[in-house]
């Protein structure tokens, strides 16, 4: 710590929390900033390190690991969610500074840290080190705002039964919030870590928002104003399904899940454009017999052809014979190449959870969505799906809170066989066409990507180290050295 640094290429340290939703964007991110000449080192943990599926990629990113206190087993060996982050935030700041010093001490010295907000903790080890520390926010600017009034205490837990208004948002209503705060109670230990987020961001030296600004005008400028250094770089999808600038990107590179590519594209190949319901409730989500069997029912009694994403610890709640007695209009996978699958002319909607990368990806390539949100910030959006950016409907929920065969059956043949599915399909499609502009020659994300060059960290860099020494200097001749 505190080492004269000798002059190098910039080099970056990005870390991750231990999700595929969130290794997933950040690693993107990684490759755009190797792609603008900076070196990066991708750091999560060594549990997930040592058992993910890498898959082919033409990025030279180097990879690290950091140790979460579950090594040989990740969040699962863990008693419980609060003993899991306990555990993590203890040594995980610790074997970060470790990291650090071995790449100081090996010629390889980091220059900036982009860490994910999950991980607070991470900014004050960077400033230890005297490094330039990012925040990378995954969620939507819409999701940031509500935080971060948790967070300043304006937004009082619990939350009434009234129509919540915040700046730069429309009015939402308490089921439109986050579970963990309109569903009291439920995970606080995560809820903590959502409203953590913003303990320390205002000492960050960029805020980096995983959306793009076309797609949230009105909230990004009302968080410019509270965090000037927020800068909007998304979305973070492979590059070949965009701006085709990054040679080869096809894929994420990293995956959690063994990935049944061949079968899903194959499948797909043989079936007429746009008649394919695509169902997937990402890596995390877990749902109950119950609402499996609804999806089941409402998918066969749609009479349209799907792909339907199981994984392998919920293939025991389908329904006895479904998977026989739907051979012919449907495919069951444990995990899908989601990418490939969205972009395949033959798909004609998405089920889906609305997680953020999940949500993005759809507007990415013009996909409409049926909402089918389960916890955490996808309520939301879906909430934004439906109401402000139209490019999807809500599944409408029983008392209690089940999506029934039904509702799935209506939501599908109203995006595949009406006018309004027309219509949601001319949205999906604008938003593509909006995405696409962002990461263009002059678009939002793509001027914010390009100040990201090695030279631009060097100026940086030079005018951090020369605020100090001016900063040292004033205090010697002021106040003695023994203020130094």
Aim: glycine fraction near 6%.
């Amino acid at each position: 710590m505190g080492k004269e640094r000798k002059a190098h290429g910039a080099h970056c340290l990005v870390l991750s929390f231990p999700a595929q939703g969130h290794i997933n964007p950040l690693l993107q991110f990684s490759k755009r900033l190797e792609h603008k000449g900076v070196k990066v080192t991708f750091v999560t943990t060594r549990f997930i390190t040592n058992s993910i599926n890498k898959e082919s990629s033409s990025s030279t990113i180097n990879i690290e690991a950091i140790s979460d206190g579950f090594d040989q087993g990740g969040m699962a060996a863990a008693e419980s969610h609060e003993a899991y982050l306990e555990r993590f935030w203890q040594v995980g700041p610790e074997t970060l500074a470790q990291l650090l010093d071995k790449l100081d001490n090996s010629g390889n010295p980091v220059d900036c840290v982009v860490y994910d907000s999950f991980m607070p903790w991470a900014l004050d080890i960077a400033k230890k080190f005297g490094l330039i520390g990012a925040v990378f926010l995954s969620q939507s600017n819409a999701v940031n705002n509500i935080y971060y009034h948790v967070h300043q205490g304006k937004l009082k837990l619990p939350l009434s039964n009234t129509q919540l208004l915040l700046p730069g948002l429309p009015p939402l209503a308490p089921h439109d919030m986050p579970t963990f705060l309109y569903a009291f109670g439920t995970n606080p230990a995560f809820r903590n870590v959502l409203v953590d987020q913003f303990s320390n961001i205002k000492r960050a030296d960029w805020v980096l928002c995983n959306t793009f600004y076309d797609l949230e005008p009105e909230v990004t400028d009302w968080l410019m104003k509270i965090l000037p250094a927020v800068r909007t770089i998304g979305p973070t999808i492979p590059s070949m399904f965009l701006d085709k600038q990054l040679e080869d990107d096809k894929c994420y590179g990293f995956s959690i899940f063994k990935t049944e590519k061949e079968a899903c594209i194959k499948w797909l190949d043989d079936k007429p454009n746009g008649s394919v319901v695509y169902v997937s409730f990402g890596s995390v989500a877990v749902l109950d017999s119950e609402q499996m069997e609804e999806i089941a029912f409402g998918l066969r009694n749609s009479g349209s052809y799907f792909i339907w994403v199981v994984r392998a610890s919920e293939e025991e709640k389908l329904p006895k014979d479904f998977l026989n007695a739907s051979n012919e209009k449907g495919l069951v996978v444990t995990w899908s190449p989601q990418l490939q699958v969205l972009a395949h002319e033959a798909v004609g909607c998405f089920m889906t959870h609305c997680g953020w990368n999940s949500t993005i990806e759809a507007l990415s390539l013009g996909v409409p969505a049926i909402a089918v949100p389960h916890m955490s910030d996808q309520s939301t959006n879906a909430k934004f799906i439906m109401d402000v950016w139209e490019m999807g409907i809500i599944a409408s929920v029983d008392e209690k809170g089940i999506v029934r065969q039904q509702a799935i059956e209506n939501c599908i043949r109203e995006l595949l066989e009406s006018d309004r599915g027309k219509e949601i399909k001319r949205n999906a499609n604008k938003w593509k066409t909006l995405t696409l502009d962002a990461l263009d020659e002059g678009g939002s994300s793509n001027k914010i990507l390009k100040s990201l060059s090695p030279s631009w960290f060097i100026l940086f860099l030079s005018q951090i180290w020369s605020k100090t020494i001016d900063y040292m200097q004033y205090c010697f001749l002021n106040f003695g050295s023994d203020k130094l």
